[in-house]
């Protein structure tokens, strides 16, 4: 299994994949390996799956999520550990022997950031590849190579340390994953992708800026206007965008014009700078306002 280990040598000597070590560091478990045509090992820790399965997972689960199974299976193993006697303690229930036993326990550290990392190329369509599927990324990534981290239940592309595209993971094959956020701004270029372009069907906005996009759809120069009001969502932040286009709506207009100035005004000014005067630039004497002089100035000539 290369997910754990690399090379096996003479006896239970292995040499460990790396991520795996760095998983058993984490959780401090110290991993002891089976010894090669030894059934009858494997054998005992089938038993145990067997078991765990049978106490558990019967009948057969269904859920929508990991966070929904990890939740439901901890009610039930607390559930079990009050119920049951303790094996070498009888007078005592699992659960009671576990709290006695919590203050000499090494503190919790959290999850390990568990994924397989792999290096990808992105295309010209801003897409990676990985595992059959393809996934886009942000259009600023085009033409550099990137990282991509597989986790059990989401993708995360990663390029010089920052994210550019994250996704739910897909287990199907030949499947495109697509995050229209991504190609906002190679709409600037291509205004018309908008309407027909693949990233962005079935693309659900929210509401307000949903129902200007349907108003734009009816204007002549109604696709450019829109990507206007959404490549300001780059700058400006979605909430801020929506709020724009209600307030924009509320009033009877949607155009693109409008919708730039409730955000340009929305916007925060910018702070003063207060400059230092060092005392040697100070005025001793200061200047007074005395229009008169112009007049004294006058009668003199």
């Not at 393809?134 to 991509?148: D, K, L, Q, T």
């Not at 995360?156 to 995050?179: A, K, L, N, S």
């Not at 307000?208 to 990507?227: C, N, S």
Request: glycine residues 6%; aromatic residues 8%; hydrophobic residues 40%.
């Amino acid at each position: 299994m290369k997910t754990a280990v690399e090379t096996i040598f003479v006896g239970r000597e292995r040499a460990y994949n790396r991520r795996f070590l760095q998983m058993c560091g984490h959780y401090l478990v110290d991993p002891v390996a089976c010894t090669p045509a030894s059934g009858w090992e494997k054998g005992q820790v089938e038993n145990q799956v067997g078991l765990v399965r049978e106490r558990f997972f019967t009948p057969r689960l269904r859920v929508k999520s990991y966070e929904e199974l990890n939740a439901w299976l901890l009610d039930r193993t607390i559930a079990f550990a009050k119920a049951h006697r303790h094996p070498d303690l009888r007078d005592r229930t699992v659960w009671e022997v576990f709290e006695g036993e919590r203050p000499s326990q090494v503190p919790y550290r959290g999850r390990f950031d568990g994924f397989h990392a792999a290096p990808v190329s992105v295309s010209k369509t801003c897409l990676v590849r990985f595992d059959n599927n393809r996934y886009s990324v942000a259009a600023g990534a085009v033409g550099r190579p990137a990282e991509i981290r597989a986790y059990a239940d989401r993708i995360e592309i990663r390029q010089e340390g920052r994210i550019v595209g994250e996704h739910p993971r897909c287990f199907g094959r030949d499947q495109t994953i697509y995050d229209p956020w991504h190609y906002v701004p190679v709409l600037a270029r291509k205004p018309g992708a908008l309407r027909n372009g693949a990233p962005f069907k079935d693309w659900v906005l929210p509401a307000h800026l949903d129902r200007v996009r349907r108003k734009l759809g009816t204007t002549p120069d109604g696709g450019r206007q829109m990507v206007n009001i959404l490549t300001a969502v780059l700058s400006d932040g979605l909430p801020a965008v929506e709020a724009a286009c209600s307030e924009a709506l509320g009033e009877g207009v949607h155009s693109a014009d409008v919708i730039l100035n409730i955000l340009a005004r929305a916007r925060e000014p910018a702070r003063t700078m207060t400059i230092m005067t060092p005392d040697a630039l100070r005025l001793r004497h200061e200047p007074a306002a005395d229009c008169a002089r112009y007049d004294n100035l006058r009668r003199a000539l």
